[in-house]
């Protein structure tokens, strides 16, 4: 599976902005999906996954309420909505794939990355 996340860009803080993940592979709608962030001098971190069929969903504290993670499996895409931005929301967004399940927070456990997205927010 290779991953292409796009979709970021200079926002100001309270501002939204949806990434896309385009998927290759027939076998994108098998695995979890999820969505890390990695903030300028910070270790890469998890933001939120998503189950194969998208009935499950797992969201890191920081985000939870503010960002929607979504799947359309017949395009082989994932989706991270994120609203209410503010500026420690500044960071490279990658998405990940691979996992058995979407209960996976740990960077290990995915198997596939695309090359990620820039999101910067200013206050």
């Known amino acids: 599976v290779q991953l292409q996340a796009s979709g970021g860009g200079l926002v100001r803080a309270g501002d939204s902005l949806r990434l896309s993940c385009a998927a290759s592979g027939r076998t994108f709608s098998y695995y979890a999906m999820a969505w890390f962030r990695q903030a300028p001098g910070k270790e890469r971190e998890f933001v939120a996954s998503?189950?194969?069929?998208?009935?499950?969903?797992y969201y890191a504290g920081s985000v939870k309420g503010r960002f929607s993670i979504s799947r359309d499996n017949a395009k082989n895409t994932v989706y991270l909505q994120k609203n209410s931005l503010q500026p420690e929301d500044t960071a490279v967004y990658y998405c990940?794939?691979?996992?058995?399940?979407?209960?996976?927070?740990?960077?290990?456990?995915?198997?596939?990355w695309g090359q990620g997205t820039l999101v910067t927010v200013s206050s």
């Open positions: 998503i189950s194969y069929s998208g009935g499950g969903t």
């Open positions: 990940a794939g691979g996992a058995s399940s979407y209960g996976f927070t740990s960077r290990s456990t995915y198997p596939y």
